[in-house]
């Protein structure tokens, strides 16, 4: 027998593969997860909301257990109705999905040809890069300004052959924000056949009055505009796996065509309709991040470090010139601290700090001003 795969290695096989995909980091090929050496006492990486999911939630998913043998509907159709009254938008303009991280997967595929342009910050969520790049499509990365989108040079970056602009708003992972006036403009120098992305992870945390209002644009008949949102952050349901596209009827009718057809689970679609309904949990997390940012501002300027201006449940601050953002990421990990290096999302040298519980914070904060002051 011929064998084609070596076991110890990933990148042997006798089918023809994509040379798109092929280029992507594979998810698999890290050597299997041994015990890390010291346990993960605060998980500052991924920005969880440490208050947890909501109780509402929670108790809705609960009684739903006992009939998940049954395929929930594919239409989605309570859960959609609730987000639809939620935004004051019609029910056929929402499209629930698993984790809005399917939702850029499933526009990629939707909509980009091999060599079309995608117009994208240089800093700003890996997926649109891994997820256009797996298309084949020729990415243009524009640099952040400040850790916010630089809209109008992005507008400026739009070609002919330009088919979709990515924004995230707040900017994942530098938490920084754009407002209302620079979005319109850039809106206005979008032509109608290029889809607009706004991905509004975060928004539920932003706190500037001048905050884009890009529900509105939708409730006023913009078709090339698909708005994503998620419970993954302030809701409290990552590992759950629920998020939803806002958007023109046509645009969703035509990408929910790439969709698996049950891809929401069945505790997913109870848990995110009662979510909806829990302000306190909602005002409760709010009020813990924005607590956690002043406490991060205050004590890493006292560090002399320069934050991005954050509107998120994390932070991104830039360390002094010649200080290694892995090593630093290493010696904290050794201290039991989770917190990520952004090198691989093109910011080399800066760290970003998910916030955790006020204790898990102080944590963070003491062995990060111990670790730099033994630099
Ligand atoms: C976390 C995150 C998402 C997606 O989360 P899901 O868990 O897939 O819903 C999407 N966009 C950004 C910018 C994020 O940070």
């Not at 980091?25 to 999911?53: D, F, Q, T």
């Not at 117009?119 to 649109?128: I, K, P, R």
């Not at 890069?129 to 630089?150: E, F, S």
């Not at 754009?178 to 975060?202: F, K, R, S, W």
Request: proline share 7%; net charge negative.
């Amino acid at each position: 027998m011929h064998l084609c795969m070596s076991f110890d290695r990933y990148e042997v096989s006798c089918m023809r593969q994509k040379p798109a995909i092929a280029a992507l980091r594979s998810m698999r090929s890290a050597p299997p997860a041994a015990a890390p050496a010291v346990p993960v006492v605060a998980r500052l990486s991924a920005n969880e909301n440490p208050l947890g999911p909501s109780p509402k939630a929670m108790a809705a998913a609960a009684a739903a257990i006992p009939t998940m043998h049954r395929y929930s509907d594919p239409n989605n159709t309570a859960l959609r109705t609730a987000l639809a009254a939620h935004f004051d938008l019609r029910p056929d303009m929402v499209l629930c999905a698993n984790g809005s991280d399917e939702l850029i997967l499933l526009i990629a595929l939707a909509y980009l040809e091999p060599g079309d342009e995608v117009v994208m910050a240089d800093g700003t969520f890996v997926s649109y890069v891994m997820r256009t790049g797996m298309m084949a499509a020729t990415q243009k990365k524009i640099p952040l300004r400040n850790g916010a989108h630089d809209l109008a040079a992005m507008a400026a970056a739009i070609t002919p052959k330009t088919r979709m602009v990515l924004i995230c708003n707040p900017n994942n992972p530098t938490g920084a924000t754009n407002g209302a006036a620079e979005m319109h403009q850039l809106l206005a120098a979008v032509p109608d056949d290029v889809l607009i992305v706004v991905d509004e992870a975060y928004i539920e945390y932003a706190t500037r009055a001048d905050f884009p209002d890009m529900i509105s644009e939708l409730r006023g008949g913009r078709a090339n505009m698909i708005v994503l949102r998620t419970y993954a952050k302030i809701y409290g349901m990552a590992g759950l796996r629920l998020g939803y596209a806002l958007g023109d009827p046509a645009v969703l009718d035509y990408l929910s065509k790439t969709r698996p057809v049950f891809d929401v689970n069945a505790l997913a679609a109870v848990a995110g309709i009662a979510a909806l309904s829990d302000t306190e949990h909602l005002e409760a997390s709010r009020a813990q991040a924005a607590e956690a940012r002043d406490l991060y501002v205050e004590r890493l300027t006292a560090m002399g470090l320069t934050p991005y201006p954050s509107e998120t449940n994390f932070i991104a601050v830039p360390l002094p010139a010649g200080v290694s953002d892995a090593a630093v990421v290493a010696a904290m990990a050794a201290r039991g601290i989770a917190i990520n290096a952004l090198g691989a999302w093109g910011l080399p040298g800066v760290l970003r700090i998910s916030f955790g519980t006020p204790a898990e914070n102080i944590l963070c904060l003491d062995a990060l001003r111990d670790i730099l002051a033994a630099q």
